[in-house]
């Protein structure tokens, strides 16, 4: 069964240290309940919470708790809730999705990186904090449709709130999404195309990695098969790959009416 959560104020959470609870935690630090746009479900396997669900906006996010186990009927619930919320991207662990995967949607492999302290000698000087976030977002999201307004407000809540940094070199930009368990996930890596070839996007992923390892904590990211090799040569360790779900058609029920 899959169950809203209203509160966690009375809710204990074994949150295991994974990329996908590392997510949820971003999102229940960011708007805990009480925001429609961003709900939380538990995955139940008789009375026991075996699963967490963070729906963010038309994204969710999944994971088993710690120490839990996934069966056929927490399989096939989880299937039929992403197809009856309708939802644009979804991750979660591979046990999760069903052997022929969903119909509705695409599977698309990803490969994680964690990216080495690096033993160059670089300028921490080069490294910016103080950012135009209107840059950012054209640098990022350039010809992909997404909503500025709706991305601004998220990120300076987060950023606001400690859970985000966004980091600069010269034009290329990167943002560390969320970290727990001494870990730090960046995403976000981006050069304007008139600039990129120059190292830019690859010095500051060793200058934040530099940076962060001082507070003890390591950086991973993510990346699909055309950015594998770059990475690879880049000097990350691949450290494992799961499948991401994207709506392959996404239906206006409104305009069927």
């Known amino acids: 069964m899959i169950r809203r959560i209203d509160s966690f104020d009375n809710a204990k959470l074994l949150l295991r240290d994974s990329h996908y609870s590392r997510i949820i935690l971003s999102h229940i630090l960011a708007y805990g309940t009480e925001y429609d746009f961003c709900e939380f479900y538990e995955l139940l396997k008789g009375n026991k919470r075996v699963g967490i669900f963070a729906s963010m906006n038309s994204s969710l996010t999944v994971d088993l708790l710690d120490d839990a186990h ?3 009927g927490c399989i096939r619930e989880t ?12 991750e979660m662990p591979e046990v999760l999705i069903p052997r022929r995967g969903i119909s509705e949607y695409r599977k698309e492999k990803r490969y994680f990186f964690s990216v080495p302290a690096t033993e160059e000698v670089l ?32 990120t300076m809540r ?45 010095t500051l992923i060793k200058l934040v990695s530099q940076e962060l390892k001082k507070e003890g904590i390591d950086c991973y990211l993510a990346a699909d098969e055309t950015m594998r090799d770059f990475y690879l040569r880049l000097g990350c360790t691949e450290l494992g790959e799961d499948y991401i779900l994207k709506l392959k058609e996404r239906k206006d029920y409104e305009e069927l009416v």
């Open 70 to 72: 996934s069966s056929s």
């Open 79 to 90: 299937a039929e809730f992403i197809r009856f919320k309708n939802l644009l991207y979804v």
């Open 123 to 154: 300028d921490e000087n080069g490294l910016m904090t103080e950012l135009s976030y209107e840059k950012i977002f054209e640098t990022v999201f350039a010809g992909q449709g997404a909503s500025y307004g709706l991305w601004l407000t998220d």
């Open 158 to 202: 987060r950023v606001n709130r400690g859970i985000v940094r966004i980091y600069g070199y010269q034009s290329a930009v990167l943002t560390v999404k969320c970290q727990s368990y001494g870990r730090a996930y960046l995403a976000d890596i981006a050069t304007p195309e008139e600039d990129r070839g120059k190292g830019y996007a690859s």
